[in-house]
Nanobody, 124 residues
Framework: QVQLLESGGGSVQTGGSLRLSCSAS????????VGWFRQAPGKEREGVAA?????????TYADSVKGRFTISRDNAGNPVYLQMNSLKPEDSAMYYC????????????????WGQGTQVTVSS
C-alpha cells in the first residue's frame, strides 16, 4: 500500500512545457506499474502514460501524446515524472498518478491507488 502525491501542474500557453512529479510514500515495489491519467470537465478519465516500477520493463503512451510526453522514474522507481512538451489546449485536465498492476497498461481498472491530482491548463 502506498500514498501518492502529484505536483508540477500549472497554466501555460500552447507550445509550452510542464514537468509533473508523482511521489510515493511506502514501498513502490509492491506494485508493478505507475501510470498517469487525466480527466477534463465532463469527460471520462483516460490513460496517458505508464511505466514499470522496476528496470527492464517498457513504457506505454496514449496515441494522443506520443512524441510529446515522456514518462520516467529515478533509479529507485520513485518519484515518477511526466515531461509534457508541445502542449495543446486539448491537454488541459486534472492529471493523476496511480499505482497498480500486474499489467502496465492505460486501463484504469488495473490501478489500485490514486493521488489527488494536479491541474494542467493550456491556453491558446
Amino acid at each position: 500500500q502506498v500514498q501518492l502525491l502529484e505536483s508540477g501542474g500549472g497554466s501555460v500557453q500552447t507550445g509550452g512545457s510542464l514537468r509533473l512529479s508523482c511521489s510515493a510514500s511506502g514501498n513502490i515495489y509492491s506494485y508493478s506499474c505507475v501510470g498517469w491519467f487525466r480527466q477534463a470537465p465532463g469527460k471520462e478519465r483516460e490513460g496517458v502514460a505508464a511505466i514499470y516500477t522496476r528496470a527492464g520493463g517498457g513504457t506505454t503512451y496514449a496515441d494522443s501524446v506520443k512524441g510529446r510526453f515522456t514518462i520516467s522514474r529515478d533509479n529507485a522507481g520513485n518519484p515518477v515524472y511526466l515531461q509534457m512538451n508541445s502542449l495543446k489546449p486539448e491537454d488541459s485536465a486534472m492529471y493523476y498518478c496511480a499505482a497498480g498492476g500486474p499489467y502496465c497498461t492505460l486501463y484504469r481498472d488495473y490501478y489500485n491507488f490514486w493521488g489527488q491530482g494536479t491541474q494542467v491548463t493550456v491556453s491558446s
